[in-house]
């Protein structure tokens, strides 16, 4: 059941993530679905990242969203994107996030929140582009992998 169940969110998840660039080109919102997997836990998360484009191959930016783990987190976090290639129809992407996540359940308090991951950034239509990232996220003295998609625009 819990295969059939990260199949069938992992390929929702696929489907909704693209990116657009926005007309000024200064900034870029991104919007991300994902999972995080240790053992047999699957942790389903969103997040919303409002980047700053310093230049074609560097951006930074804050980062917020909802993971639901065994309790409820909202992050709080800063994020770095770096594509070392520029703006291409292909590009590799490396993002880097650090944080807070505060625990709304009420079960925990919140703890510290690293993650980095490698992805691809790719699109076929003008100012349309699709994202996928793959790796690790240091979560409640954890390290789990996450896999995410999105949509910037």
């Excluded at 836990?41 to 804050?62: D, I, K, M, W």
């Excluded at 009420?106 to 076929?124: H, Q, R, V, W």
């Amino acid at each position: 059941m819990k295969t059939a169940t990260f199949t069938a969110f992992l390929a929702v998840f696929l489907t909704i993530n693209c990116v657009a660039q926005s007309d000024d080109g200064w900034f870029t919102s991104k919007i991300t679905a994902g999972t995080t997997y240790k053992s047999d836990n699957y942790n389903p998360l969103v997040r919303a990242t409002y980047y700053y484009n310093l230049e074609n191959h560097f951006s930074v930016g804050t980062q917020t969203g909802i993971i639901f783990a065994d309790n409820t987190f909202i992050p709080l976090e800063t994020s770095i994107r770096i594509r070392p290639l520029g703006k291409k129809k292909i590009m590799p992407a490396i993002f880097i996030n650090g944080g807070y996540n505060a625990d709304v359940s009420g079960n925990k308090n919140g703890n510290a929140l690293f993650s980095t991951s490698l992805g691809i950034e790719t699109g076929f239509l003008h100012r349309i582009n699709y994202v996928l990232d793959v790796g690790a996220e240091w979560f409640d003295k954890d390290c789990l992998l996450r896999v995410s998609a999105g949509i910037l625009f």
